[in-house]
Structures are given as structure tokens and as C-alpha cells.
């Protein structure tokens, strides 16, 4: 009986380069997919990112909009706020009933002071003689001296070339504001001042109340 052997496997140099570049191929391919994976992932990272920013450039943009918007809005309502104040004042004082002596004159005086968040309103004469003045009204000889001596100031700017003043604003450095509006009863020059905190007067802030004022020193006069 011829005994059997298997032989050694040998591989030879063709065999060897053939399993090499096979596990080469493995290797590169699994390279491969995964950068091609990685790629992949990265894009999708990439537009993420990308949306977001946009989203908040969006979002960064209405909230300027809304700012501007409301800083328009603000600038309106503080251009406007002098006439609407004056178009109260207007209201409430044109709604008092009064009758004809001193008395009426400070409740005319009062609401005026009231309706406009005066300190102080004052009404005097081109002498200096105060004619009346709401009943919080402090230093009422002293501002009608001021008035007599702002109503001289104002004649005097004015001359043939330059209408005279009607209106004068002063601000204190105690922050207030004093606005002496000059007018005529007859033939008497009349101011009537009025003292606020802050800088919210204008100079055609009393010119709501003048007629009422007319109308009662007027009827003064005739009695």
C-alpha cells in the first residue's frame, strides 16, 4: 500500500501579490465608504449650520426692523405730543363754566394748571401787578415782576422791521420751564405764565386758553 501524503501548500510570488492587492482593495474600499460617509456627514452639518445662520440673520434682521419701527413710532408720539396736549388743554378749559369775578379767575387758573401738570399760573398786568394765579401758585409778586419786565424785553425786540415776541420760554437750573405768553385785553397788555417741571412746554402751549382768559378779564372790565 503506497502511503499518502498531502503536500505543503506553497504559495508563490504571483499568489502573495495577488493576496496583497486584495487586501489592499479591501482596506482602500472601507476607506472609501467611510470618507465618502464622512463627506456625507459633514454636508449635512454643513446646510445645518447654513440654515441656522440664516435663520439668524433673519431673526437679527426683523428684530432691527421692530427697533426702528418702534424708535419711529416714538419720534412720532414726541412730535406729536405738544399738539395733543394743547388740544386738552383746549378741551378741558373750553368745557368750565365761570362766571366773572376773582374767584373764577383762580378755578379758571386752577383747571388750567391741572389740565397742562402746571406748578404755578400766574396772570399780571404790563405794571406788574398780579391779577390772579392758581391756588398752588408760588411767588406770585416775583413772577409777575418777571412777566412786566419779559413783556419790556419783548417790545423792545420788536420795531418796524421784526414783529415783538408773543411767546418766551426760560428754563431754570433747577430744570424747570417758564413760558410767559403775552397778549392783549382791550388795550392792555396781559401775560399770562405758567411754570412746569421739565422741558414739555411749547410756545403755543397756552394759546388754547387765551380766549377763555379774554373772555373773563373782558367781562371784569364791563362790570
Do not use: C, W
Request: net charge negative; no cysteine; charged share 20%.
Amino acid at each position: 500500500m503506497i502511503p499518502f501524503s498531502i503536500p505543503p501548500l506553497s504559495m508563490t510570488p504571483l499568489s502573495l501579490i495577488i493576496a496583497s492587492s486584495s487586501v489592499v482593495l479591501l482596506l482602500t474600499a472601507g476607506y472609501l465608504i467611510g470618507a465618502r460617509s464622512g463627506f456625507v456627514a459633514r454636508e449635512k452639518l454643513r446646510a445645518v449650520a447654513q440654515q441656522q445662520r440664516q435663520a439668524l440673520l433673519l431673526a437679527r434682521s426683523e428684530l432691527d426692523r421692530n427697533v426702528e419701527t418702534q424708535e419711529l413710532r416714538t419720534s412720532i408720539e414726541q412730535a406729536l405730543a405738544p399738539l395733543l396736549h394743547r388740544e386738552q388743554l383746549s378741551i378741558d378749559v373750553s368745557s368750565l363754566k365761570t362766571g366773572k369775578g376773582a374767584r373764577d379767575l383762580t378755578l379758571l387758573l386752577d383747571k388750567i394748571a391741572e389740565a397742562g401738570d402746571f406748578t404755578t399760573v400766574v396772570l399780571s398786568n404790563s405794571e406788574g401787578l398780579s391779577l390772579a394765579g392758581n391756588s398752588g401758585a408760588q411767588d406770585i409778586d416775583r413772577l409777575a415782576a418777571n412777566s412786566s419786565f419779559v413783556m419790556l424785553m419783548a417790545e423792545r425786540i420788536g420795531n418796524d422791521q421784526f414783529p415783538a415776541p408773543t411767546a418766551i420760554l426760560a428754563r431754570d437750573t433747577d430744570d424747570r420751564t417758564t413760558l410767559y405768553r403775552i397778549f392783549d385785553v382791550e388795550d392792555q397788555k396781559i401775560a399770562l405764565t405758567a411754570i412746569a417741571e421739565g422741558t414739555g412746554l411749547t410756545p403755543t402751549t397756552l394759546d388754547a386758553v387765551l380766549a377763555k382768559v379774554s373772555g373773563m378779564l373782558t367781562a371784569g372790565h364791563e362790570n
